[in-house]
């Protein structure tokens, strides 16, 4: 795994987005024999043309770091993770075509638990400062790092949460709607889709004019997309799986497309996890390394990832060696890194 390590100094961790969104910085690296070229995300529309298909991945970020007590007044932090569908009501809000009623909420959830030794199975968890039950924590699931949480009655968790930034961002967001896309409309994920924050609803328009079509899909990203790995060879990674739904017109799109243009590597995923298995929506553990047989993406716009994870391999097997000069000028020029970072736009090898 050393080969996919570089020195990323804290002074290039973004920690807070620029404004307006689009004014993000944007490496060209479309010429795979050619220089690579500076520009804004604002310049996108003049990398496209008639034929083009953007795609963005739709998902939202949900509240989902809760703060609650024991009894006794210990504090207890959760995470939610993964809703436990099926479960009665079995659906993540906002998100149609799932079990449940309009306007339900899922009440059984996978959870990170802090601290989770101190709070074995049949922990009850209190509103702060109450003694009003919120939520049981029952037994250990995943890994072991985890549990499930059940939210009691009409507890809406939702509603006790708030945004779950990564931890490599220290700054307040002042906004909360500036860690979502403005094109986002499905609940469901712990992180956000972070290529997708440059857009602005005049850019998206912009790329319509100059001929490019918009279509969508949605991947619900897990905190373990942003996760260094720790195994010591990428052959011996587990992938954390997520849910996923590409609409049937999406897939078709992509077919007729002169090319495909993933707005980050959740849209990437997403896309191939569909034309991979057939399969339009489900939980897919695809992971993308050197070697892997892409079947639907041409040009991949994204962030700068960490050293050592999942997502640094995926551009790997997407634009090959390359990566490596990328990052080397990106870090020379003084380009933002992560969440609120700057993008790179790179054809495939």
């Given amino acids: 795994m050393d080969r996919y390590d570089y020195g990323l100094p804290e002074s290039a961790v973004a920690q807070t987005p620029v404004e307006p969104r689009s004014a993000a910085r944007l490496l060209d690296a479309l010429d795979p024999g050619g220089a690579l070229a500076h520009r804004s995300v604002a310049d996108l529309p003049t990398l496209l043309g008639p034929g083009d298909l953007l795609v963005v991945n739709e998902t939202r970020v949900i509240p989902a770091r809760i703060f609650l007590e024991k009894e006794g007044g210990a504090r207890v932090e959760l995470l939610l993770l993964e809703p436990v569908v099926g479960d009665p009501p079995g659906r993540v809000a906002g998100n149609p ?51 499930r949480v059940t939210f009691s009655g009409k507890v809406r968790p939702r509603e006790l949460g708030i945004l779950a930034l990564p931890p490599y961002i220290r700054s307040e967001l002042a906004d909360p709607e500036r860690y979502q896309t403005v094109y986002g409309t499905r609940d469901g994920s712990v992180a956000a889709p972070t290529a997708g924050l440059h857009f602005t609803p005049d850019l998206l328009e912009r790329c319509r004019t100059v001929g490019a079509s918009i279509a969508t899909v949605d991947l619900a990203v897990g905190l373990a997309t942003f996760k260094p790995i720790t195994a010591s060879r990428p052959e011996d990674h587990r992938m954390h799986a997520e849910r996923y739904s590409v609409p049937a017109a999406t897939l078709e799109a992509c077919k007729s497309a002169t090319r495909v243009v993933a707005v980050g590597t959740t849209t990437v995923r997403a896309l191939e996890a569909a034309a991979a298995t057939g399969e339009l929506s489900g939980q897919t553990s695809l992971y993308i390394r050197s070697g892997y047989p892409f079947r639907v993406v041409d040009v991949l716009m994204t962030n700068f990832h960490l050293p050592r994870s999942s997502l640094l391999l995926l551009v790997e097997a997407f634009c090959g060696e390359r990566w490596r000069d990328i990052y080397r000028v990106a870090l020379d020029t003084g380009y933002r890194f992560l969440s609120f970072g700057d993008a790179m736009i790179v054809g495939r090898s």
């Fill in 97 to 147: 075509g799932q079990a449940g009623g309009s306007g339900d909420e899922v009440q059984v959830w996978q959870a990170l638990v802090r601290p989770l030794k101190r709070c074995p199975p049949g922990t009850r968890l209190l509103r702060p400062g109450s003694a009003e039950q919120v939520a049981v924590v029952g037994e250990r699931c995943g890994d072991g790092s985890r549990a």
